[in-house]
């Protein structure tokens, strides 16, 4: 009698296994399910930070402008050397850093500027003096043609301005 009974008891546990794997694997195919649906809807980001930003054409620059990109974060800047585009963020502590076009210092107008501690920047992102330990970040360019795109994921540090960094137009 004892011994039908654990033999019962192990049919039991058996048919619980079976059934708990069954619910599991349901339960997994449902949330792989809902993971699909939600990554297929979900709306794709473009023209914004993160992506690659249409910045316009070449001839829509000329040597010493400067252009503020908000949703793409950064400012595309034409040099004598060709275009750079800075991250808007300060080295420092991460503040946003305006171009302020009529600060003046050391005779010459239109600096980028820090206004949390000062650290202030050169238009190719150099940094001239304030507390900031290396230039603005920069992002990779691409040139199509005479159209420019900025990669706001591609972040580029750097210890120096060198003339390399900028795209020729
Ligand atoms: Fe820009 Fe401190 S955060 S100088």
Do not use: N
Request: glycine share 12%; with cysteine.
């Amino acid at each position: 009698m004892a011994v039908s009974g654990a033999v019962g008891g192990v049919g039991e546990t058996r048919r619980g296994m079976l059934a708990f794997t069954g619910w599991l694997t349901m339960a997994l195919l449902a949330v792989q399910a809902v993971v699909a649906f939600v990554f297929f809807f979900w709306p794709r980001k473009t023209g914004a930070f993160g992506t690659v930003i249409s910045a316009g054409k070449v001839g829509d620059y000329k040597v010493g402008d400067i252009k503020y990109f908000v949703e793409g974060k950064f400012y595309l800047v034409r040099l004598q050397e060709g275009f750079i585009a800075l991250y808007q963020k300060c080295p420092h502590l991460g503040c946003v850093v305006p171009w302020k076009a009529d600060f003046e210092y050391e005779g010459k107008t239109g600096w980028f500027r820090c206004p949390c501690h000062g650290s202030t920047y050169e238009r190719t992102g150099q940094i001239v003096f304030g507390p900031a330990p290396r230039p603005m970040d920069y992002m990779k360019i691409s040139m199509k043609g005479d159209a420019i795109s900025v990669d706001t994921s591609a972040i580029m540090k750097r210890d120096t301005w060198v003339p390399s960094q900028a795209v020729a137009a």
